[in-house]
């Protein structure tokens, strides 16, 4: 199945998500699941506004666990504020 087999609601509802997925399929595993994450860390800060606190309790993580893969793709949580 591509993307373009999709029917047009689900293409104009998840439009970005498609093309996400796209640039996904096209490297290693491990440089998609690096790719998800960081994009996953991104938006929980920016739904909790830089706070990593509630940032990990919105991901479900231990907070500690939240801190090391923020740091390991190297993001402020300032910029998020």
Known sequence: IEVADLP???LRESAP???RT???LQ???AAARAAFERA???ETMRQA???MAEAARRAGLDRSHYFRLVRRHALDPAVFR
Do not use: D, M, R
Request: aromatic share 12%.
């Open 40 to 42: 996953y860390l991104e």
């Open 22 to 24: 796209e640039t996904l």
């Open 49 to 51: 506004h830089g706070n």
């Open 8 to 10: 047009e609601k689900i």
């Open 17 to 19: 998500s498609a093309a």
């Open 27 to 29: 490297g290693t595993f």
